[in-house]
Nanobody, 125 residues
Framework: QVRMVESGGGLVQAGGSLRLSCAAS????????MGWFRQAPGKEREFVAA????????YYADSVKGRFTISRDTAENTVNLQMNSLAPEDTAVYYC??????????????????WGQGTQVTVSS
């Protein structure tokens, strides 16, 4: 059974940092891409960042480029999202996802077949 469990969410002031982690189990995740998405209240789920199977390629949404960093540990089956310079508009439930080819960094939700349950990130002004 595939499981993906996020952790690290919480409440932070604007300008602060948080580090999200996602622990995956149940298959070899090094053969697929991993990503982070987020969903704010009343809005659609949106792409945040993705990383290829080897970790050699990353891709970011324009809104987080330069502030967020995605990384993965293929041996440990974990993917992390370091979030710096957080702003109130970053407030959302953050989801980790796995799927698609390991060669790519997909930015659409339909490319991913595995999802975590989400972790809340709240940024106060």
């Amino acid at each position: 059974q595939v499981r993906m469990v996020e952790s690290g969410g919480g409440l932070v002031q604007a300008g602060g940092s948080l580090r999200l982690s996602c622990a995956a189990s149940g298959r070899t995740f090094a053969t697929i891409a991993m990503g982070w998405f987020r969903q704010a209240p009343g809005k659609e789920r949106e792409f945040v960042a993705a990383i290829s199977g080897s970790g050699g390629r990353t891709y970011y949404a324009d809104s987080v480029k330069g502030r967020f960093t995605i990384s993965r540990d293929t041996a440990e089956n974990t993917v992390n999202l370091q979030m710096n310079s957080l702003a109130p508009e970053d407030t959302a439930v953050y989801y980790c996802a796995g799927g698609g080819s390991a060669w790519y960094t997909p930015d659409t939700a339909r490319a991913y077949g595995y999802w975590g349950q989400g972790t809340q990130v709240t940024v106060s002004s």
